[in-house]
């Protein structure tokens, strides 16, 4: 898991080559494992390798969340909203994608996280897990990522040109 952390933290470095931003991406995803590690003990599971892919899976969903909302972040502040409004706008507006995002994943997971019957011993730890980080990661991606995102931020960060 470390190593995927790092090559997530590398990927998301690429795409908007700031570790600032990248950072706070990964805050996101730290906040979804929560929902996961929750999602686990509420139902009584224990970790195992499908809960450990289950993981994986819920970090790459965390991560796409949070690029959404920091990328448009920016381009609102690329042309010229204030860093607070421009935290808000993008709050505002990707409020519906995100939550598109998170219910489509969580719905078609949870029979699989509800099951009990034969044959769901190796679905049902992946399932719960990614469901329980999805209930989770768009409060995250909501509320907390653009206020996060006000906090680190400094007028002289330099920022994409507006498209």
Request: glycine letters at 10%; one cysteine or more.
């Amino acid at each position: 898991m470390p190593g995927t952390v790092l090559l997530i933290f590398l990927i998301i470095y690429g795409a908007f080559g700031s570790a600032k931003r990248a950072c706070l991406n990964l805050v996101n995803v730290a906040v979804a494992r929560v929902g996961g590690l929750l999602a686990l003990y509420i139902t009584g599971t224990h970790f195992s390798v499908s809960s450990g892919v289950g993981f994986l899976a819920l970090f790459g969903a965390s991560v796409q969340t949070g690029l959404i909302m920091v990328e448009y972040i920016n381009q609102l502040s690329a042309r010229g909203y204030s860093i607070e409004n421009a935290a808000i706008e993008g709050a505002v507006r990707r409020l519906r994608p995100i939550l598109m995002t998170m219910l489509v994943a969580s719905l078609g997971l949870l029979p699989a996280a509800l099951s009990h019957a034969i044959g769901s011993d190796s679905q049902l730890p992946f399932a719960i897990v990614i469901v329980g980080g999805l209930i989770v990661d768009p409060i995250m991606s909501i509320f907390l990522l653009p206020t996060f995102y006000v906090w680190w931020a400094r007028p002289t960060a330099r920022l994409p040109s507006p498209a």
